[in-house]
């Protein structure tokens, strides 16, 4: 299905501050009898940015790259959850996923929070603890594969933190 009108943002250019609107011919045209300025509007940067993006995205595979990515991320980690005993799931789409921890007891959750992302910023791994994480292009799968043995050590941290009643947030 085809949107009327659909808004992009800085994803469009890699990063870079940039807003789309873009939308079926006869909205656009209602839009020449408006007014249109930014903060940015007379910056080239941006709109070299995205079109580079877009022709990446044209010529390489990179949209499905990001879901197979994010796809093995979000089942290996669910799967390395379960195995260790830690109340943990992943939420999100593929290429936006983001780890939440499912115990009923709130202080439980806010533990194995903490404790998780604690063990894996200190095996070199930077997953947000409080964001959706976002896949990229130069993700690999040796790179999923490092994220996960480092999860999976971190997850035995967790399990045995929380055996020992330990109260991160105390």
Same mark, same amino acid.
């Given at each position: 299905?085809?949107? %009327?009108?659909? +808004?992009?943002?800085? $994803?469009?250019?890699?990063? =870079?501050?940039?807003?789309?609107?873009?939308?079926? !011919?006869? =909205?656009?045209? *209602?839009?020449?009898?408006?007014?249109?300025?930014?903060?940015?509007? +007379?910056?080239?940067?941006?709109?070299?940015?995205?079109?580079?993006?877009?022709?990446?995205? &044209?010529?390489?595979?990179?949209?499905?790259?990001?879901?197979?990515?994010?796809? %093995?991320?979000?089942?290996?980690? %669910? &799967?390395?959850?379960?195995? $260790?005993?830690?109340?943990?799931?992943?939420?999100?789409?593929?290429?936006?996923?983001?780890?939440?921890?499912? =115990?009923?007891?709130?202080?439980?959750?806010?533990?194995?929070? =903490?404790?998780?992302?604690?063990? +894996?910023? !200190? !095996?070199?791994?930077?997953?947000?603890?409080?964001?959706?994480?976002?896949?990229? *292009?130069?993700?690999? $799968?040796? %790179?999923?594969?490092?994220?996960?043995?480092?999860?999976?050590?971190?997850?035995?941290?967790?399990?045995?933190?929380?055996?020992?009643?330990?109260?991160?947030?105390?």
């Amino acid at each position: 299905m085809t949107p %009327d009108l659909a +808004t992009f943002s800085k $994803a469009i250019s890699n990063g =870079y501050a940039i807003s789309v609107l873009a939308g079926r !011919r006869e =909205y656009m045209q *209602a839009l020449s009898k408006t007014y249109v300025s930014s903060t940015f509007f +007379t910056n080239s940067i941006e709109m070299a940015a995205a079109v580079a993006t877009i022709n990446k995205l &044209r010529r390489e595979q990179v949209i499905p790259h990001l879901w197979r990515i994010g796809q %093995d991320l979000t089942s290996g980690l %669910d &799967r390395l959850a379960q195995e $260790a005993g830690v109340e943990a799931q992943t939420i999100g789409l593929p290429p936006m996923p983001f780890l939440v921890f499912t =115990y009923a007891e709130p202080e439980i959750k806010e533990t194995a929070k =903490y404790v998780f992302f604690r063990e +894996t910023t !200190r !095996r070199g791994i930077l997953l947000h603890p409080n964001h959706h994480w976002f896949t990229s *292009a130069a993700h690999t $799968a040796q %790179d999923v594969e490092h994220v996960l043995e480092v999860s999976q050590e971190a997850f035995q941290v967790v399990k045995q933190e929380l055996a020992r009643g330990y109260r991160a947030l105390r």
